[in-house]
């Protein structure tokens, strides 16, 4: 059995009331939690909200009602992983055992059927802990990322014997998109953050891969997905 999940915050600081703010006519959050109920792989969905209206909302397009996210868990520091273990426990009550959790991050709206296809399809596969969404990093820590020493003054944050020149000689590092995530349940029970496991990483284009944290990342994603509907 597969359980989907969405968690959604209601307060944001970066963009106001974004997880239910319309983009092309519909609320944010209904682009990654249509992939879920829409998916027939997918046997239930649950959405972790700390806001009665995004409750109601959910539960009307069919999704479970696991009440109200407990307050630890709907501050700006609360952790990601935490939040799924409560989901995760909640959902169960209702479902019983889950063989897969997926977990969809609503400020990631560009993500394709496809994607989610795809990382599923990589778990189920290869049965590691976790299939974590990733892109090619734009800035590479053995080549042009930079920290400063202990007198303020920059050094490559990776530095490697004999140094690297030039970004094709840098080793391949992949960015963390917080897109989309298929975990194993009982890892995600025992585990206390993402990377302890066996993770895998399922390599999405950076286009599919913004990530809503501004108002300007929220007119350029708007402007992509119209892009996409109008193509």
């Known amino acids: 059995m597969i359980i989907g999940h969405v968690g959604v915050r209601m307060g944001s600081k970066g963009v106001t009331g974004k997880n239910f703010r319309d983009m092309l006519g519909k609320p944010l959050i209904d682009w990654s939690l249509d992939q879920l109920l829409?998916?027939?792989?997918?046997?239930?969905v649950v959405v972790s909200t700390d806001d009665p209206r995004i409750r109601r909302h959910a539960v009307a397009k069919g999704c479970l009602d696991m009440g109200l996210r407990p307050a630890e868990l709907a501050t700006?520091?609360?952790?990601?992983w935490?939040?799924?273990?409560?989901?995760?426990?909640?959902?169960?009550?209702?479902?019983?055992?889950?063989?897969?959790?997926?977990?969809?991050?609503?400020?990631?709206?560009?993500?394709?059927?496809?994607?989610?296809?795809?990382?599923?399809?990589?778990?189920?596969?290869?049965?590691?802990?976790?299939?974590?969404?990733?892109t090619e990093a734009r800035k590479n820590p053995y080549f042009n990322l930079v920290e400063p020493d202990r007198h303020g003054y920059l050094r490559v944050s990776k530095p490697l014997e004999?140094?690297?020149?030039?970004?094709?000689?840098?080793?391949?590092?992949?960015?963390?998109?917080?897109?989309?995530?298929?975990?194993?349940p009982g890892y995600l029970k025992s585990a206390t953050g993402?990377?302890?496991?066996?993770?895998?990483?399922?390599?999405?284009?950076?286009?599919?891969?913004?990530?809503?944290?501004?108002?300007?990342?929220?007119?350029?994603?708007?402007?992509?997905?119209?892009?996409?509907?109008?193509g």
């Open 38 to 44: 829409q998916h027939p792989g997918v046997n239930h």
């Open 76 to 80: 700006d520091t609360a952790a990601k």
């Open 82 to 134: 935490d939040v799924w273990q409560h989901a995760l426990a909640k959902a169960e009550q209702l479902t019983g055992t889950a063989d897969v959790f997926i977990d969809l991050d609503c400020t990631s709206p560009l993500r394709s059927v496809e994607d989610l296809d795809g990382a599923l399809h990589t778990f189920l596969r290869e049965r590691p802990d976790m299939v974590m969404s990733c």
């Open 162 to 184: 004999g140094g690297v020149v030039a970004r094709q000689q840098a080793p391949l590092v992949w960015e963390h998109a917080a897109s989309t995530y298929v975990v194993d």
């Open 194 to 230: 993402l990377l302890e496991g066996r993770v895998l990483p399922y390599l999405m284009p950076p286009e599919r891969c913004m990530d809503i944290d501004t108002e300007l990342d929220f007119r350029l994603v708007e402007f992509l997905m119209k892009e996409r509907q109008d």
